[in-house]
């Protein structure tokens, strides 16, 4: 089935350690996005690209950056994680070729644990 | 950007009809209303999406009136498996921007 998929589905690192969120989809969507979630929040979105186009959300720390190869494939960098970074990280996607063009499709996220 | 409130919890039996508004007063011309489920781990599933009037599908209803300032998500006879956060989201067509999530309504369904 096409779907949204996020790797690893948990993820331990260690304070100040870089790690590396991955996020891939079989259905070729041209938006893709990644949000934030902390407990008991809602998503809060970071940023997303249009095809190649990078859009960053104005409140998006600089400690995340993100990086898409291609159309299946994006990354959520996070360059020296704090302990308040710790939380479910979800990536999406959705078309502009829908017809209406609203639907998100969501991936199953990455808990991210910070020691 | 329209912002968007909901109630934060909600309480229901199973078999009864739920029904769950969220405002958008300064929603746009070119915008459209979407909800979303989220369960505990899991990403946020589509429901279902409306511009004007009544949307259905094999899971739910969607109403809004005439002047779309607020929506209704009807669920027809809960069961306890549709206890979960149900976010509404309203944003415009053709942009990807603005896709801001809004604080949500937690269902538990009692039996």
């Known amino acids: 089935d096409a779907m949204v998929i996020q790797n690893p589905r948990y993820q331990v690192t260690q304070f100040g350690k870089p790690v590396t969120l991955s996020c891939s989809q079989t259905l070729n969507h041209n938006v893709m996005y990644w949000y934030q979630q902390k407990s008991s929040q809602a998503p809060k979105l970071l940023f997303h690209?249009?095809?190649?186009?990078?859009?960053n959300e104005a409140d998006t720390p600089d400690n995340f950056q993100s990086r898409r190869p291609n159309t299946s494939f994006c990354f959520l960098d996070i360059r020296s994680p704090g302990l308040g970074d710790a939380a479910m990280y979800l990536c999406?996607?959705?078309?502009?070729?829908?017809?209406?063009?609203?639907?998100?499709?969501f991936g199953p996220g990455t808990r991210l644990l910070v020691l | 950007l329209a912002k968007t409130t909901q109630p934060i919890s909600m309480d229901s039996y199973e078999g009864q009809e739920v029904n769950i508004t969220c405002s958008h007063n300064?929603?746009?011309?070119?915008?459209?209303i979407t909800w979303y489920q989220q369960f505990p781990s899991q990403g946020p599933r589509f429901i279902i999406q409306g511009y004007k009037t009544k949307v259905t599908n094999e899971v739910a209803s969607l109403f809004i009136p005439a002047d779309r300032k607020s929506s209704t998500l009807s669920l027809p006879r809960v069961s306890l498996s549709d206890t979960a956060v149900y976010y509404c989201?309203?944003?415009?067509?053709?942009?990807?921007?603005?896709?801001?999530f809004g604080s949500g309504t937690q269902l538990t369904v009692l039996p």
């Open positions: 300064n929603i746009a011309t070119n915008d459209y």
């Open positions: 999406a996607t959705r078309s502009f070729l829908q017809v209406s063009g609203e639907t998100q499709y």
């Open positions: 989201l309203v944003a415009p067509s053709g942009s990807a921007r603005q896709l801001t």
């Open positions: 690209y249009y095809d190649k186009d990078f859009n």
